[in-house]
């Protein structure tokens, strides 16, 4: 993900975030980013980070754990509607299943654990957006950059 930066984010509109405003945290510059936008957007009525718990099965292990996905908005579409989605913001290159080839068999088996537990996130993440009518979206630097 681009750079490791992590800190805290201060928001200029504290009364669209739900939750701990001063509790905002971010794992990457991108996320870093997300979180300007979505202060800052007057489309973005409400906004949360690392907020909503959802349980899944690790598949490394077998045993439930627990998902904070980056983001939850709730936001006016262009037709005025108001929708709610949950964002989960990663590089492409872990959006795609791993490749192989030409990799130590280090990287292989790290990049291949850490596709199986997004995949099991995942999945329980579109099973309780779709128990509640939300959506569910991966962000990528492909999106965040166009």
Same mark, same amino acid.
């Not at 068999?105 to 790290?110: A, K």
């Given at each position: 993900m681009k750079g490791t930066k992590k800190g805290w984010y201060t928001p200029r509109n504290p009364e669209k975030y739900v939750g701990n405003v001063k509790r905002i945290r971010f794992l990457s510059s991108w996320e870093e980013e997300f979180c300007r936008f979505c202060d800052n957007n007057p489309n973005i009525l409400h906004w949360a980070s690392e907020e909503i718990k959802i349980p899944y099965i690790k598949p490394t292990d077998g045993r439930v754990h627990t998902y904070y996905p980056d983001f939850w908005i @709730? %936001? %006016?579409t262009q037709d005025g509607k108001v929708v709610q989605e949950i964002i989960e913001? %990663?590089?492409?290159d872990q959006t795609i299943r791993p490749k192989i080839r030409g990799k130590r068999?280090?990287? @292989?088996?790290?990049e291949a654990v850490r596709w199986s537990v997004n995949q099991a996130k995942w999945k329980a993440c579109q099973d309780f957006c779709n128990k509640y009518g939300i959506t569910f979206r991966l962000v990528t630097e492909k999106h965040m950059f166009r």
């Open positions: @709730q %936001k %006016k913001v %990663k590089p492409f068999r280090s990287t @292989q088996l790290f």
